[in-house]
């Protein structure tokens, strides 16, 4: 064997231990990444509504990481903060169902009125301290 072929036998040899140790590591970091909670949280509400009549607003989801679920309902017109409308009741995930909440609201004057559904995650049903953990799109409702 020549010195030029040891030679290139012994780079390959590096080459094939780093390449190894490589998908080595990749395969224990991918391995070590938690698993991401699926969940949904719809919302339903009119495009436009007339000033004085009453509409429906409705959201349901769910969450595979929470305990306890339960959906509420908020609103903001112009640049105010979000207020809660209404919640719905709060359901378990072991019993395999959607979290829900439904409410009616009278659109008091023009312009555009603004919703969004909120997940929240309880550890019990009588949770005094839900965390946020999903937020619906906004839908937009404008009242003519």
């Known amino acids: 064997m020549t010195r030029t072929m040891?030679?290139?036998t012994r780079m390959l040899s590096r080459r094939r231990v780093a390449v190894t140790g490589a998908l080595g590591l990749t395969s224990l970091a991918l391995a070590a990444v938690p698993a991401h909670a699926k969940g949904t949280v719809d919302l339903s509400a009119p495009?436009?509504?007339?000033?004085?009549?009453?509409?429906?607003?409705?959201?349901?989801?769910?969450d595979d990481a929470a305990s306890y679920l339960r959906i509420c309902l908020e609103d903001r017109?112009?640049?105010q903060a979000w207020h809660q409308v209404a919640c719905g009741a709060t359901v378990s995930r072991e019993d395999g169902t959607d979290a829900q909440a439904a409410t009616r609201v009278k659109g008091a004057q023009r312009g555009p009125l603004r919703f969004?559904?909120?997940?929240?995650?309880?550890?019990?049903?009588?949770?005094?301290?839900?965390?946020?953990?999903?937020?619906?799109?906004v839908a937009t409702v404008q009242i003519r």
């Open 47 to 62: 495009r436009t509504a007339a000033v004085g009549k009453t509409f429906a607003v409705s959201a349901h989801g769910n």
């Open 116 to 137: 969004r559904a909120v997940a929240y995650g309880l550890t019990s049903p009588l949770d005094q301290h839900p965390v946020r953990w999903r937020t619906s799109d």
């Open 6 to 8: 040891k030679t290139e």
């Open 77 to 79: 017109s112009g640049g």
